[in-house]
């Protein structure tokens, strides 16, 4: 059944807890579950996420046991000399698994924030015509021979563009409907996909390149853009925690959310912006990966609940874990051939999310 424009605006008092309880027993009681189950399963997701971790450094063309990969890690920190294996840990894998760790975290993230910030289950950090527009500045600068700290630029340029045209297009009056933010959002991403592929024909001795950013890579992030995609990050990511407790308000209903007191259109406002730079840093570092930000959050609400001050950093280490993952699959399911990491998450998130739509019908 499709969801009616009229049942965004709808309260839902059922839906979150009062803001001034307690995140973690508050979560845990909301589920129906004792604190310590609560906190196990945060112990658990830990350790899924070091046991991927010491996986995606240790498996390749050349194994890495885990007792090598703790020492590289210790010689690395404690600035001793690198030789052999340590330098492959250190120069080849280890920077891909913490690019996919901030690119997981800031999907989950941004998938959960907007999905709470528009109380729509369909939701994801591509929406509005981010991606789009991080898409299309990425076109342009492959295709301009741009590198570096102006590949992120570009990105977050063109996203905010895309945003900015899509908060005009759905504004009425003083307010931002959410039906009108999201159609308006397909719509200014249709248009700027159209504009990036002419780009793309029009530049095809660097299409392989544009193409491979449109299914999702982390082989080409060195230690020089691990720093830049943290900068942007945690700042963007920093934001989206801030105003957990806001969206946690926000979930009531915008009626409600202002007459308790929350500027609902300043804070919309800042999540998209916050929630757009995030993205758009992703995408110009990692390419268009699906399914991490809308799959993530899901399962995070059913495992702890619906409390975003809860949802978004354990999403963040969910969103990591699974993104390490799915690279490692990635690299080493075709070896020595190696598929886009976004093929690999669109096949365990298409089925699984599948799965929620019938456990959820």
């Not at 004792?34 to 063309?61: D, H, M, N, Y």
């Amino acid at each position: 059944m499709g969801v009616r424009g009229d049942d965004f605006d709808r309260p839902n008092p059922a839906h979150l807890p009062v803001p001034h309880v307690k995140a973690a027993p508050a979560a845990a009681a909301r589920s129906g579950e004792r604190p310590a189950a609560f906190t196990f399963k945060l112990l658990a997701l830990f350790a899924a996420l070091g046991l991927t971790i010491l996986l995606a450094v240790g498996l390749g063309s050349i194994p890495i046991t885990p007792a090598e990969t703790l020492t590289a890690l210790w010689k690395g920190v404690s600035g001793q000399e690198l030789a052999g294996s340590d330098v492959i840990v250190w120069q080849l894998r280890l920077p891909r698994v913490v690019l996919g760790l901030l690119v997981g975290a800031s999907l989950a993230v941004c998938g959960g924030a907007f999905q709470g910030l528009f109380r729509n289950p369909l939701a994801d950090p591509y929406l509005m015509g981010v991606a789009s527009g991080a898409y299309l500045g990425v076109t342009v600068a492959i295709v301009l021979g741009l590198s570096g700290a102006l590949m992120p630029l570009s990105a977050m340029g063109a996203a905010l563009l895309s945003v900015l045209v899509t908060l005009v297009l759905a504004r009425q009056g003083n307010t931002f409907p959410t039906t009108r933010l999201i159609l308006s959002g397909v719509v200014v991403g249709s248009v700027l996909t159209a504009v990036s592929t002419y780009l793309l024909l029009s530049g095809q001795d660097r299409i392989r390149q544009v193409f491979t950013s449109t299914l999702g890579n982390l082989a080409y992030g060195g230690w020089a853009e691990i720093r830049t995609v943290a900068l942007y990050e945690f700042f963007a990511l920093g934001v989206l925690l801030l105003l957990s407790r806001a969206l946690n308000t926000l979930s009531l209903g915008d009626a409600t959310a202002r007459s308790l007191g929350v500027p609902v259109e300043r804070l919309r406002l800042l999540a998209i912006v916050a929630a757009s730079v995030a993205t758009a840093v992703a995408v110009s570092y990692a390419g268009i990966i699906g399914f991490v930000g809308l799959i993530t959050p899901h399962v995070v609400r059913r495992l702890w609940g619906s409390d975003h001050r809860v949802l978004l950093p354990v999403s963040a280490l969910a969103g990591g874990t699974l993104l390490v993952l799915a690279d490692l699959l990635a690299r080493t399911l075709t070896r020595p051939a190696e598929l886009p990491v976004g093929i690999v998450t669109t096949l365990l998130g298409g089925p699984f999310f599948l799965y929620l739509l019938r456990r959820t019908r």
